[in-house]
């Protein structure tokens, strides 16, 4: 445990609090953090030798702006709301989980699960993601500059999954109505998953999402993934394979 309280080992410079890790708990981080939520006294947030630390910057609803130095572990942003949060380095499992808005960036790769079931908000990897990224999704926007693994956008049902590399196996598998955008290849398609036609209006979608997350691609250099709509309803004459 700590001898020191987050006020007097915090440093304020220019407005920006900054939080040494090596010198404060996770706890006594989120709490400064939290305390936020209900009078907003400082804004900007840099976190210091976060060192792997699972749960950093979690359950955030103020417009704070939070940069986090160093590779963090499970979970950093869960649940985040209103928040924008910059990992300069690596992230582990389920990254911006359950996001309802605001912004995560992760300045390298993250690990399984990335954007799970997130209502919201604005997800970039500037590094691959593992499997099951944007699982069960449900409105967030997730932009990965690299490649994706295996499951990803599985169940996904609804925002917009865009991959500016590779997809693993079984991309999409039984996802409602999220649009995947990839430009590289695809190892195979998940249950009801199909390449669909790429109109003017999904161009215009995807190019918006490559601007707001500042990637410069081609929109025209992607393919357009989504729900053949054959699992909704149960069907008698597949019922064997229920």
């Keep these: 445990m700590s001898t020191k309280s987050v006020a007097e080992s915090v440093t304020t410079s220019g407005g920006k609090q900054t939080v040494d890790l090596a010198q ?15 009078e907003l006294t400082i804004a900007e947030w840099e976190v210091l ?9 979690v359950g955030l609803d103020q417009k704070l702006k939070i940069d986090i130095y ?12 209103e928040a924008d949060i910059t990992v300069h380095g690596h992230a582990g499992q389920g990254i911006a989980e359950n996001m309802m808005s605001g912004s995560v960036r992760v300045k390298g790769n993250a690990s399984s699960a990335a954007g799970a079931t997130a209502h919201g908000g604005l997800l970039v990897i500037e590094g691959d993601a593992g499997s099951r990224c944007g699982i069960s999704m449900k409105g967030i926007d997730i932009v990965v500059k690299g490649n994706v693994g295996h499951m990803s956008c599985f169940m996904g049902q609804a925002g917009s999954l865009v991959v500016c590399g590779d997809a693993g196996d079984a991309l999409g598998d039984s996802l409602y109505e999220v649009h995947i955008y990839v430009k590289g290849a695809v190892k195979s398609l998940g249950a009801d998953c199909i390449e669909k036609e790429m109109r003017q209006e999904h161009l215009d979608e995807l190019s918006a999402l490559l601007e707001k997350a500042g990637v410069d691609e081609d929109p025209k250099a992607f393919k357009r993934y989504g729900s053949a709509r054959q ?12």
């Design 49 to 57: 030798n976060p060192k792997g630390e699972h749960n950093l910057a």
């Design 70 to 81: 160093g590779p963090v572990g499970y979970y950093c942003a869960g649940m985040n709301k």
């Design 24 to 38: 404060q708990t996770v706890r006594e981080l989120n709490q400064a953090l939290h305390d936020q939520n209900n």
């Design 231 to 242: 699992l909704y309803n149960f069907k008698v004459d597949n019922a064997s394979a229920y």
